[in-house]
């Protein structure tokens, strides 16, 4: 079976520019996590999607950054306009359901370099 | 609030000696725990889990025990391989947190032959 697909595997754009990351859950999963990692704040949940609704956006640090899940099968992170520090892995998760005994199941994340 | 407290690394160690990695837990309710590995370049990987106090999950050698009084989840394997080299985290899910997981800050181990 497939895992969780994300693209692009790594993006560099320079500083002000709209940057588009993609994942593809595993079929049958019904939540959706978007996840950011970086040496200074560790891994940070940004937001999580059950059955295609957004559940917990708390996490997005501001307005720059939109989620959507159109459908089970694909959901995008946009940053608008990007910031340099912006720059950090992002990892696309996604879980049977939502429920706390549930695993998450990664992708193999997108490097985003913001210059 | 919740949160895992790791120790820090990295931990450096030779090739068939013990493992182990501490990681204990601050939460309100009964949460699940879990321990994810993830290897250079790659995403996180689930190495196993502990659901309810008590329980022990294990997976590839390691395991680690649900300790509700000490509030731990200890990670522990008996003789670590070249391989085992990754950072581990430790994470938990807590009931009224719907489907967040909380992470620790991650230790990286380093296996020497």
């Known amino acids: 079976d497939a895992g969780v697909i994300q693209s692009p595997r790594h993006e560099v754009t320079e500083m002000g520019q709209e940057v588009t990351l993609r994942c593809k859950p595993i079929?049958?999963?019904?939540?959706l996590f978007w996840y950011r990692q970086t040496m200074m704040r560790g891994l940070e949940l940004l937001i999580y999607?059950?059955?295609?609704?957004?559940?917990?956006d708390s996490g997005m640090p501001e307005d720059r950054f939109s989620a959507k899940m159109p459908n089970a099968s694909f959901s995008t992170l946009k940053i608008q306009p990007s910031e340099p520090r912006d720059s950090a892995v992002y990892f696309c998760a996604s879980s049977q359901d939502q429920g706390r005994t549930d695993t998450q199941y990664f992708g193999p994340g997108t490097r985003l370099t913001v210059l | 609030g919740n949160s895992v407290t790791q120790m820090e690394g990295p931990v450096t160690l030779s090739e068939e000696a013990f493992l182990t990695i501490n990681c204990t837990y601050t939460a309100t309710g009964y949460p699940s725990l879990f321990w994810y590995v993830q290897y250079p370049g790659e995403g996180l990987q689930l190495l196993l889990k502990?659901?309810?106090?008590?329980d022990k999950g294990s997976n590839k050698g390691f395991e680690a025990t649900y300790r509700k009084e000490t509030t731990s989840f200890h990670l522990e394997k008996g003789s670590v391989q070249v391989s085992d080299s990754a950072v581990y985290f430790c994470a938990l899910n807590e009931n009224n947190q719907g489907g967040k997981l909380i992470f620790g800050q991650g230790t990286e181990l380093s296996v020497k032959p």
């Open positions: 502990a659901t309810k106090a008590d």
């Open positions: 999607f059950n059955n295609n609704v957004p559940i917990d």
């Open positions: 079929s049958g999963h019904n939540s």
